[in-house]
Structures are given as C-alpha cells and as structure tokens.
C-alpha cells in the first residue's frame, strides 16, 4: 500500500513563498509521474503541475506557470513544489498524486492511482 503525506502548507501573505513536499512510503514501493492538484472551496480539483519519473519532464498549468516550480528528489522519495508570487486566488488545498506504472507526467487526475490526504494553503491579500 503506497502512501504519499503532503506538508509544508500554510499561511502566507500575497507576494510570498511556500514550499510544498510530498513524501511517499509503502512496500512495494512503486512510484513513477508525480503531480500536484488543489482545490478551492466550492469548485473543482484542477491541476498544477506534474513531473516525470526522471525528472526530466514537466508541465504545469497556464495560472501558476513562471510563479510555480515542481521538482523531485527520487533518493529521498519525495516531490517539492516551490510556490512563489503567491496569488489569493492560489487559495485552496493542495493535493499530491502519484502513478506506480507510467513515467511521463500527465494533467487529468484519473491519470493517477495514488493520492495524499492534502495540505491547506492559504494567500491572504
């Protein structure tokens, strides 16, 4: 049973900074395409950005392209997202997800079978 544990959320004024870490557990372990997703009150889970196995291959969403960075760290089995010029609209709980399987990342949430219980992020103005 795979497990992923996000933290690093919190409060933040806008223009600020936070970095998001995703750590993932389990035997066996099986983790290849990370992602975040988050959602805010009252609307959709909408993607943020993915990344390859490798690491080597990324994407991320036209609202927090050039402000959000994700990476990974394989040795330490864990995914980062650095969040930066934070937006009040970036409000909402973030979530990690995970692949065991396929190694390119990918943007729709059905891609992925493995899912963190989320972390609240908040942007005050």
């Known amino acids: 049973q795979m497990q992923l544990l996000e933290s690093g959320g919190g409060l933040v004024q806008a223009g600020g900074s936070l970095r998001l870490s995703c750590a993932a557990s389990?035997?066996?372990?099986?983790?290849?395409?990370m992602a975040w997703f988050r959602q805010a009150p009252g609307k959709a889970r909408e993607f943020v950005a993915a990344i390859s196995y490798s690491g080597s291959a990324t994407t991320s969403s036209t609202n927090v392209k050039g402000r959000f960075t994700i990476s990974r760290d394989n040795a330490k089995k864990t995914v980062y997202l650095q969040m930066n010029s934070l937006k009040p609209e970036d409000t909402a709980v973030y979530y990690c997800a995970a692949d065991p399987l396929r190694s390119e990342p990918a943007t729709y949430d059905t891609y992925y079978d493995y899912w963190g219980q989320g972390t609240q992020v908040t942007v005050s103005s």
């Open positions: 389990g035997r066996p372990f099986s983790v290849k395409a």
